[in-house]
């Protein structure tokens, strides 16, 4: 049973930061991509950014590029992604998956395990 437990969530006024960790249990962490998605209300999910297995390849959206940060540690079977300079528009709930693969994906069905999500708050 492949769980993922995210972490790191809250209030901040624009222009803050926040860290956001996901722990995983239950796959071989290192031989997945992992990825983090964010839903505000009324909207789709999206994806926000992924890395690959080994931690040297990733991917932003757009609206994050040289904000957020993706990264993870392979031994402790963790994922992170630093939130810089946060926008109101940020504001969603912000989810943790497991690709199907080594490699990630833009899309939600590139995934097959998902967190339970941690809200991310920005006021302005």
């Known amino acids: 049973q492949v769980q993922l437990v995210e972490s790191g969530g809250g209030l901040v006024q624009a222009g803050g930061s926040l860290r956001l960790s996901c722990s995983a249990s239950?796959?071989?962490?290192?031989?997945?991509?992992m990825g983090w998605f964010r839903q505000a209300p009324g909207e789709e999910r999206q994806i926000v950014a992924h890395?690959?297995?080994?931690?040297?390849?990733?991917y932003y959206v757009n609206s994050v590029k040289g904000r957020f940060t993706i990264s993870r540690d392979n031994a402790k079977n963790t994922v992170y992604l630093q939130m810089n300079g946060l926008k109101p528009e940020d504001t969603a709930v912000y989810y943790c998956?497991?690709?199907?693969?080594?490699?990630?994906?833009?899309?939600?069905?590139?995934?097959?395990?998902w967190g339970q999500g941690t809200q991310v708050t920005v006021s302005s």
């Open positions: 239950g796959r071989t962490f290192s031989n997945y991509a």
């Open positions: 890395i690959n297995s080994p931690g040297v390849m990733s």
């Open positions: 998956a497991v690709s199907k693969y080594a490699y990630g994906s833009r899309t939600s069905s590139g995934y097959d395990y």
